[in-house]
């Protein structure tokens, strides 16, 4: 290989430049070939003035390089300022968030000595679409989005990844028994996808057990896929259990860029000590070697890392009360062992078939073609209309309801907050000033958009606030919407 790969680097906030000097230390000495632009992002350029806290000829670097290895960055707190990773992500497609977790037993002290298991996380949408609304002034929403085309490719990237990795399980955490739709599609998608890979063992939890399972019996997974919000917190739980946030790395991976880091934050309570642990910046850039095709360079810095650890040199969040060095001490003592393999530690290898078979992943289509375009009826089934109302109890909105929802519609169930007051509610409900009122359509009668429209304005007449409409469809004869909770 004679051509250095460019790569763009931030050197982020807080212990962010300590740690990514020591990390690029290593990879010199290693003999990775790569090319660094430095790029500024986060507190200093949210400081500026950009809110979203990266500039334009950052992203243009991003863009051309498609590589990014990133330190940590501080988010200042209030003012607007949005998420950098966030939008990083987002703008990118990097759909996939990778989180490898190891313990390092018995060298590094830890409740679960054998814990080896990766978490992949959708990483665009769910939760994170960050559609929010205030509706009412007692109400808020935000919009869970989950699509089938974003579920297929996270969840066969997930297989496609321990194929690849020779692991032999993929387990799915959602919440269906409660979001039947939005979870159960995940769910739904994943059986899908599981048929395709019949050689690897496939599951399902729910998730409140499924994360306190892992931080009980993390020995109990493998691969782990889950919608963004539950991996979010899930690879927290995760790290932890094995040992220090310092220690673990991840990538975030899209079809044509990628981004690598530590998994926490700038850690501004040491930033400047020269005690930081440079490890899981380290881990990210391990990663970000075999994604462009140096994986005897990661395989180098790994083992040396590997050996470092068995020999007993800690930074202090590992240390654990024992003897500590610094950050300068310890990147010397991974650089010294380059070329050294771990005794204890299986010794660890990444091979260029690796590196083929990546290729290979980000070339095949993640998306199944029959589904490109699906034969689906969609038809109208009804509307549920949103009020806002202060005035009048559920009994008297219902019957108002009733006698508005004319020739075409019907009133099926008036709820608040989801639950059913209307008809035949409880006087023990809670209730706030956010109602939604369900119509579908009279008995023969195929409701359209006209007549929602007509129903509208009856209401608007009739002195009622509404706020928003979502219509009510049936796909194939489906029904596409959950019914409220005592309907
Ligand atoms: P943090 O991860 O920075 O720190 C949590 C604790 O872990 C602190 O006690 C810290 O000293 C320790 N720690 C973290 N990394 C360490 C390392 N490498 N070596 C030794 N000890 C380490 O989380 P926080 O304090 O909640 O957040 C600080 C800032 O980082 C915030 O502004 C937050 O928004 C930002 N943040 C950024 C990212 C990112 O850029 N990817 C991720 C998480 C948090």
Partial sequence: MTNKQPITVARGDGIGPEIMDATLKILEHAGAMIEPEFIDIGEKVYLAGQSAGISDDAWESLRRTKVFLKAPITTPQGGGYKSLNVTIRKTLGLYANIRPNVSYHPFIKTRHSNVDLVIVR?????????????????????????????????IRYAFEYAKKNN?????????????????????????????????????????????????????????????????????????????SVGLAGSANIGDQCAM????H?????????????????????????????????????????????????????????????GSQEFTEAVIERL?????????????????????????????????????????????DVFLLNNTLTSEELGQKLETIAGPECRLVVVTNRGVKVYPGGFPETFTTDHWRCRFQSAEGHQLTNQDIRHLLQRIEEANLNWIKIEN???????RGYSLGQGQ
């Fill in 122 to 154: 959708e990483n665009e949408e769910d939760l994170y679409a960050g559609i929010e609304h205030q509706q009412t002034p007692e109400v808020v929403q935000c919009l869970k989005l989950i699509t089938r085309p974003g579920s297929e490719k996270i």
């Fill in 265 to 325: 934050g700038s850690a501004p309570d040491i930033a400047g000590q020269g005690i930081a642990n440079p490890s899981g910046l380290l881990h990210g850039a391990i990663m970000m070697l075999v994604h462009i095709g140096q994986p005897q360079v990661a395989t180098r810095v790994h083992n040396a890392w590997l050996k470092t650890i068995e020999d007993g040199v800690f930074t202090k969040d590992i240390a654990k009360g024992g003897t500590a060095v």
């Fill in 260 to 263: 690598f880091e530590a998994i």
């Fill in 472 to 478: 009510l469809y049936t796909f194939n004869g489906e």
């Fill in 339 to 383: 070329g050294q393999e771990p005794s204890t530690f299986e010794p660890v290898t990444y091979s260029t078939t690796g590196q083929d078979d990546d290729k290979v992943q980000h070339q095949m289509p993640l998306l199944a073609k029959e589904r490109a375009k699906p034969d689906v009826v969609q038809e109208l089934d009804g509307v």
């Fill in 167 to 243: 692991r032999n399980k993929v387990t799915c955490f959602t919440k269906d028994n409660i979001m039947k739709l939005t979870d159960g599609l995940f769910h739904k998608v994943f059986d899908e996808v599981a048929k395709e890979y019949p050689e690897i063992e496939a599951d399902h939890w729910i998730i409140d057990i499924g994360i306190a399972k892992i931080a009980d019996t993390p020995q109990d997974f493998d691969v782990v896929v889950m919608p963004n919000l539950y991996g979010d917190i899930a690879s927290d739980v995760a790290a932890q259990i094995t040992g």
